[in-house]
């Protein structure tokens, strides 16, 4: 068999498909948290500790006298811890929105516990009855 076959019957599988699939809607799915963060969490986390942008939070570490990440990482290396937490809380998020995902589907794809078995009618009972005393 070639190895064209080969990569053919691989690709054509349908779980490299759905990872595909998967990969394409994480990276989205990674952007919009992106903006989520950025746009709508840190705006108000900033608001409540006093108007703070924890983006421009940095250590400079080649002496810069900047105030702003941008414009510091210009003119040298900093330690930008700030953007850090920015990506932290984007992760958080990430996680916890996939944990919750994938609570749900294993919650949808539990087995219903089997349901008792069926009471016996009355009629069966009373048959077995008879049964039972005509064999004394």
């Known amino acids: 068999m070639g190895m064209m076959q080969e990569f ?3 690709a054509a599988k ?3 498909m759905d990872m ?3 990969v394409i809607i994480g990276a989205a799915f990674g ?3 992106s903006s989520l963060v950025d746009d709508v969490v840190m705006p108000v986390v900033s608001t409540i500790f006093g108007g703070l942008d924890f983006s421009n939070y940095f250590i400079p570490l080649a002496g ?3 105030t702003v990440l941008a ?3 210009k003119a040298g290396a900093v330690l930008a811890y700030g953007n850090f937490l920015t990506i932290l809380l984007n992760f958080i998020i990430l996680a916890f929105i996939i944990f ?4 749900q589907v294993n919650r949808l794809k539990r087995e219903e516990p089997a349901a ?3 009471a016996t009618p009355e009629d069966i009972v009373l048959l077995r009855e008879i049964r039972d005393s005509l064999k004394r």
């Open 71 to 73: 414009e510091a990482k």
């Open 20 to 22: 595909a699939v998967g």
């Open 100 to 103: 919750m995902l994938v609570k």
């Open 116 to 118: 008792p078995p069926a």
């Open 14 to 16: 349908g779980n490299v």
């Open 64 to 66: 810069q006298s900047e």
């Open 8 to 10: 053919k019957e691989f």
């Open 31 to 33: 952007k919009i948290v």
